[in-house]
């Protein structure tokens, strides 16, 4: 019997893009050996060991690159509009079966690896265990299980509430004793009712013992940022990535903070800019104002998510001038966001001024980087893990051609994605008219 490990497979393509945001290589091939690359780079230098049995995939006309990572995610959520207090009421079985959805939809759609940043009780621990007793499959799954944070905070109700920093400390300490590969902390309130969006949360006593105490044991941290003051406390906690990062002051007034942006990119903080979410809302009301018109009171929210919408996207623009780290992660499926459909984040990095390369790398090696996995996946290099995807047409010339997924391989393994008729119903189409696109046309003023 043949040995598998010496069974390779060559996947080739009219273009290659590594990930690492050199020009595209045309005319490009992967070798892959059992799960991880052997080779990439010209067709002609990518060659199997004589004699070695080789599948070919070949995929004229079409890209091969690296398989997206999504850096935000939710997988409990539905991305039907419905609040975290309804997600997290649910039983912890059917939130789980939901996670294996959301798990399905977004490695269909090309993305081979997820930061989960915040679920209930163990739904997403038990999740990767069934994953890999081979139950279900799923993008690689890097997970903090419960979000930490204060009582009534944001996301509290999904099972960590601490006071002070030992309670803090303890919580640390629990997650990585159940699995945790980060922490994730609320230092502001968010869409949580019981919480101030626009005040900190925790004593910068208690962001400091959780930071340190993550770090202690090699785990990276993020923190949900609504508001200025929850930025400038996880960064005089040594936070590594910074969520949201909503500038606006505790009067909710929007004010860019020149000094803090300065300050996140001497830190080497990551952000996570999470656009598409707030468009994602912009489009549900507008989607519900084309079916069956608006209330006085859902108008006047759908101006207030026009505002936050210009507001964040005119604030993103300046935070790539300055140059600071930024990644794509979507959040998705929460509030009207569905998981499946992370490309729309990379879409407005794109059009708040990433080139579509840029953009690229904040989905794929960048990406990785800022979870602490791209030693093992991100780029196309000798030694990763073979996530790979086919991609029709070119996304260096244009960002939404990630849409278009012609093939997925996840450790070397092409994914059985099933018929046309279930990736259509997993894409998420904006509505009719889009209320925004004055902003869109704004941010191309401006480059
Ligand atoms: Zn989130």
Same mark, same amino acid.
């Given at each position: 019997m043949q040995d598998s490990t010496q069974v390779f497979k060559l996947i080739k393509a009219g273009r290659l893009i590594d990930g690492m945001g050199g020009p595209p290589i045309q005319d490009g091939a992967v070798l892959v050996q059992d799960s991880r690359i052997i080779a990439a780079g010209p067709v002609g230098e990518v060659v199997a060991p004589e004699g070695a049995t080789v599948e070919t995939y070949d995929y004229p006309g079409k890209t091969v690159m690296p398989g997206m990572i999504d850096c935000h995610t939710h997988h409990n959520g539905f991305g039907d509009g419905r609040p975290g207090e309804d997600v997290a009421a649910l039983p912890d079985e059917v939130i789980t079966l939901q996670a294996a959805r959301n798990a399905r939809d977004s490695l269909f759609s090309g993305v081979t690896s997820i930061r989960d940043n915040g679920a209930k009780n163990m739904t997403m621990f038990r999740l990767r265990e069934a994953v890999n007793l081979g139950i279900i499959q799923a993008p690689r799954m890097v997970l903090c299980g419960r979000p930490i944070a204060i009582v009534g905070g944001h996301m509290g109700y999904f099972g960590s509430e601490v006071t002070g920093p030992v309670e803090a400390t303890a919580a640390v300490r629990q997650l990585i004793k159940e699995g945790a590969d980060y922490i994730k902390m609320s230092a502001t309130g968010g869409s949580t009712r019981t919480s101030f969006p626009l005040l900190p949360a925790f004593t910068l006593d208690e962001l400091k013992a959780m930071t340190s105490e993550a770090h202690k044991f090699g785990k990276l941290t993020a923190t949900h940022c609504a508001s200025t003051q929850g930025t400038i406390d996880s960064l005089d906690a040594g936070v590594d990535m910074i969520i949201h990062c909503v500038f606006k002051d505790a009067d909710g007034k929007a004010n860019f903070r020149e000094d803090v942006a300065e300050r996140i990119g001497a830190q080497g903080a990551y952000v996570n800019p999470t656009i598409h979410t707030a468009r994602a809302t912009v489009w549900s009301l507008q989607r519900r104002k084309e079916a069956q018109g608006l209330s006085a009171q859902e108008q006047a929210r759908l101006d207030e998510s026009l505002w936050e919408l210009e507001v964040r996207w005119t604030h993103l623009a300046r935070l790539i001038e300055m140059g600071l780290k930024i990644i794509t992660g /979507?959040? /998705?499926? !929460? /509030?009207s966001y569905k998981l499946g459909n992370t490309v729309y984040e990379t879409e407005c990095l794109v059009q708040a001024g990433m080139s579509p390369m840029k953009g690229i790398v904040s989905i794929t090696s960048d990406a990785a980087k800022s979870l602490g996995i791209d030693s093992v996946t991100g780029s196309l290099e000798p030694g990763k893990a073979a996530d790979v995807i086919i991609v029709d047409g070119n996304p260096a010339e244009d #960002? +939404?051609?990630? !849409? +278009? #997924?012609a093939e997925v391989f996840l450790g070397g393994q092409k994914v059985d994605r099933g018929p046309e008729s279930v990736l259509a119903g997993i894409r998420q189409h904006p509505p009719i008219s889009r209320p925004e696109s004055s902003i869109e046309t704004a941010l191309e003023a401006r480059h």
């Open positions: /979507s959040d /998705s499926s !929460w /509030s #960002i +939404n051609a990630l !849409w +278009n #997924i």
